[in-house]
């Protein structure tokens, strides 16, 4: 009757369309984008009201320098590299898995790329290549000792994280380095230089940071991932009911294995971006992330106990500790500042999120 | 209000949002009777049980205990519960169980007293004393709870379905130690779905409807019909216990599940020949431990196994078993996603019919299938969007077969359909499952009730030592007496019958 192709591709097309419009929309037939605005910042309640509290606490402290446009689009940034690797960390934890190894994923992919393209000579697009390629594999070593050999992932993702270090130090000779300055003896290409600086660091209108734009549209990706596929629905499923998942049959090793991959590849290219901002890799590269990361995730409302959990949440987490470590930057407040609001913070979150859906689902 | 002694309970309502539980529970237990309670799921009864147990307020009314006003502490401190699901820890052993959050050796790690050592004997668990709980069976675990709220000295005892999982020798036993407990001063009652040993049991059944007693039957009213025409009439239903055997066409003839030389890894069951019928209800019966869950398990592809599967005449390798097989738990927490809402538990099971490809779920299309699923198998829910907890048993059930059937399978696998559910829902899941069969579909049971496999079944085979007999056309049977004599004679007679 019709030859399939390019009908296909425009129906796919509007899905899309409409599926993209269902996340922005999420419930439409409440009526009015403001109600649903309202609504999703609502399912979202204690973190979203977390923000507005500690947002407008330092917007007082500083005299309004925490809102002026320069600095909103630092706490862009700032988030940026929190919320990439909280994605593929709210995938894994929506599946009632823990990834201990993201942070160590980060700094393998920028020593990867660093030694392979800079000491080596690799074209950079390789080295990338090779960069997602171990991380897949960091993320197949996890979900095979997790969903095949039954080892819980809190253990197995522990032991992963430190051989992944130590595979980091070795690769890299735990030495810096900087593209823009190559060790010596090297040379790289100018136009790959340009190329891996464009990733995260590009110049846009208005100094709008690159970093930002990567953490938004995979807020898109990760919420239509989670919320409109079938993937993302049953993941909530096994996450949430391991021996319902056997009885029905879902395919529980798949989605292991595609979630700590999923996890594993966030990680590497919020490395990558961020080696393309800062411009030097080094030896302790992501170490510093887990904390925060995880503490985005869990106060984004996802649950350790698997099943819950959201992108948008984990997004709103990020810019809860963007807000907070900018505010105390701005107020000059010191270093242990922001280490006791983190702590508070973190578990206020969680407190306040707990107390609002308890009203929201009985029994 | 009342100086009578016992428990009163005066218009006590308790709402979950918008759903009534209660709605004004009038209900008097005097110490030293046994009080009956029934009802269908969703009546309120747990409800009850949690209210009087001090685990939920109540939003109305008045509760007097000896004719003073009944404490939250009180509740917690001198009311028991003996749940239908044992509610226990399976890491620590079955003393350590009993004595747990009542230990009185200070800051020393606990031991049993003597009193306590009594109590085990009494209920013959003795033996199992320093097991851990998890290793143990259904009956053993609920004889400790039996135990650990009799060791907590209750003065009013609560039985939530307490012997669904125990033989009949060891519930004749329980019954007697009911008894007891009640003519020693206790306050008894007995919430139960099997209205015989309602009516045998107690001294007074109160009916509950919709949150509310409609009928206390007492002295010679309390029969088992009885009770089921209040319940049933209540409900604007026909009573499940009128038969439809005679009706049943045998046309069985093609051979929709077959095993061939099947043998569990567990050596539950051993080169087992096995074919189950097109358009049929076949069941499976037998006690625990004789092989009949396991060999049903295997049907559903959850048990290891070696040999063949065929389905429609093709092998099937055992991953591949749920494209054609659905297979429902008797554990409804093992069919059901506790965090999902009821919608998404419907379809939960489909792929191609709730998306294009892996992504692209269509939410309207799934509402819409699940809409069509709540109405056709008439469960009972505010809305598809509220969660699957908050439904009753029976409707949780529905909810789960639903969704087997709803993935429109060939073969539909189903352990213990009615454990725990009421007499109208068990009617309505006979009818599906009887349903399913006639439009060309398989269904095998498991089943450990004869009335049960009278009730849906067309050929029954019993299972015993992991072999199965002969199968038994169940029309052939003029009555449910008959068939519970056929069926205890192959049971005793297993492997001798079986050659024959």
């Known amino acids: 009757m019709h030859d399939g192709r390019p009908l296909r591709f425009t129906a796919s097309m509007t899905n899309l369309a409409q599926n993209i419009a269902a996340v922005l929309a999420p419930a439409r037939e409440r009526g009015g984008r403001l109600g649903l605005a309202w609504t999703t910042l609502a399912r979202i309640g204690g973190v979203t009201l977390a923000v507005l509290i500690v947002g407008l606490f330092f917007e007082i402290r500083t005299h309004g320098q925490l809102l002026i446009s320069d600095n909103i689009l630092t706490i862009l940034r700032g988030l940026s590299t929190t919320a990439i690797m909280g994605f593929g960390l709210t995938v894994v934890i929506v599946a009632a898995e823990i990834d201990l190894s993201f942070a160590a994923v980060y700094g393998l992919s920028t020593n990867i790329v660093a030694v392979l393209w ?88 208005g100094k709008f940071p690159e970093q930002g734009i990567w953490a938004l549209v995979l807020l898109v990706v990760f919420s239509l991932l989670l919320t409109r596929t079938l993937f993302g629905f049953r993941l909530k499923a096994i996450g949430g009911s391991r021996a319902a998942a056997e009885v029905v049959r879902l395919p529980v090793k798949k989605y292991t294995f595609l979630a700590f991959a999923i996890c594993a590849c966030t990680a590497c290219l919020a490395g990558l971006l961020d080696f393309s901002f800062v411009g030097t890799a080094g030896p302790n590269d992501g170490s510093v992330y887990l904390f925060p990361v995880f503490a985005a995730v869990i106060i984004g409302g996802a649950s350790l106990a698997g099943g819950k959990g959201s992108a948008i949440g984990t997004m709103m987490g990020a810019l809860l500790l963007a807000v907070l470590a900018n505010g105390v930057a701005l107020i000059a407040a010191g270093p242990f500042a922001s280490q006791l609001l983190l702590g508070t913070v973190t578990v206020g979150a969680v407190v306040i999120d707990r107390l609002t859906s308890r009203q929201r689902s009985l029994t | 209000m009342t100086a009578a002694p016992g428990v009163s309970m005066r218009g006590v309502v308790k709402r979950y949002g918008d759903t009534v539980a209660l709605n004004g529970l009038d209900l008097d237990a005097a110490p030293g009777e046994i009080l009956g309670v029934a009802g269908p799921n969703g009546a309120g009864k747990s409800t009850m049980v949690k209210i009087l147990a001090g685990e939920v307020p109540r939003d109305e009314g008045d509760i007097y205990v000896d004719g003073r006003p009944w404490s939250d502490e009180y509740g917690s401190n001198r009311v028991a519960v003996v749940h239908q699901e044992p509610q226990l820890f399976p890491n620590l052993t079955v003393a350590e169980n009993v004595i747990a959050g009542f230990e009185d050796r200070g800051w020393q790690w606990p031991k049993l007293g003597e009193p306590h050592q009594a109590l085990f004997a009494q209920l013959g668990i003795g033996r199992h004393r320093d097991r851990l709980v998890g290793e143990l069976g259904l009956a053993v675990q609920q004889r400790t709870e039996i135990v650990r709220a009799l060791a907590r000295d209750a003065r009013v005892m609560l039985f939530d379905e307490p012997n669904s999982a125990l033989t009949p020798d060891e519930s004749a036993d329980f019954f007697r130690l009911i008894r007891q407990l009640a003519e020693s001063g206790c ?54 216990g009128e038969g439809t055997a005679g009706g049943r066409s045998a046309a069985a003839d093609a051979s929709a599940l077959e095993l061939v030389e099947l043998s569990d890894r567990l050596a539950a069951f051993r080169s087992l020949d096995f074919s189950v019928p097109r358009g049929a209800v076949t069941a499976l019966i037998g006690v625990e431990g004789s092989g009949a869950r396991e060999i049903v398990r295997a049907c559903g592809g959850l048990r290891r196994v070696h040999g063949r599967i065929l389905v429609d005449g093709r092998e099937v390798r055992p991953a591949q078993l749920h494209r054609h097989v659905s297979y429902v738990a008797a554990d409804r927490a093992a069919s059901l996603f506790g965090n999902l809402s009821v919608g998404e538990n419907l379809v939960i ?152």
């Open chain 1, 118 to 205: 800079l000491t080596h000579g690799f074209p950079i697009y390789v080295a990338i290549l090779i960069a997602f390629v171990a991380a897949i594999l960091v993320g197949v070593f996890n979900a095979f000792f997790t969903s095949v050999v039954k080892i819980p992932s809190f253990i197995a993702t522990l032991g992963s994280s430190t051989l992944v270090f130590g595979l980091t130090l070795w690769i890299g000779q735990t030495q810096n380095l900087s593209y823009q300055y190559p060790p010596t003896g090297q040379t790289v290409a100018h136009g790959q230089v340009t190329f891996f600086r464009n990733l995260g660091s590009g110049a846009l209108p």
């Open chain 2, 187 to 240: 306050v008894v009652m007995l919430i139960s779905h099997r209205l015989t040993e309602l009516a045998a049991n107690s001294d007074r059944v109160a009916v509950i409807l919709d949150g509310r007693c409609v009928r206390v039957l007492e002295g010679a009213e309390r029969t088992p019909v009885n009770i089921a025409e209040t319940l049933v009439r209540g409900l604007g239903g026909t009573p499940a």
């Open chain 2, 349 to 500: 099971r489909m792929d191609r019919e709730i998306s294009r490809g892996a992504l692209g779920l269509r939410p309207r299309r799934m509402r819409m299938i699940a809409e069509r699923l709540r109405t056709e198998f008439q469960v009972k829910s505010a809305s598809i969007d509220i969660g699957i907890r908050s439904l009753s048993g029976g409707n949780q059930q529905k909810v789960a077969i639903a969704a087997a059937v709803g993935a429109k399978p060939q073969v539909l696998v189903l352990e213990e359909p009615t454990r725990g559910v009421d007499i109208s829902s068990k009617a309505e899941i006979y009818e599906i499952l009887r349903g399913f069969a006639a439009d060309g579909g398989t269904v095998l049971l498991f089943c450990t009730e004869v009335p049960e496999v009278y009730e849906v079944a067309d050929r029954l085979h019993v299972v015993s030592d992991g072999r199965l007999s002969a199968p038994l056309e169940v029309a052939a049977f003029g009555d449910m007496e008959a068939l519970a004599k056929g069926v205890a004679a192959l049971e005793t007679h297993g492997a001798a019958l079986r050659s024959a």
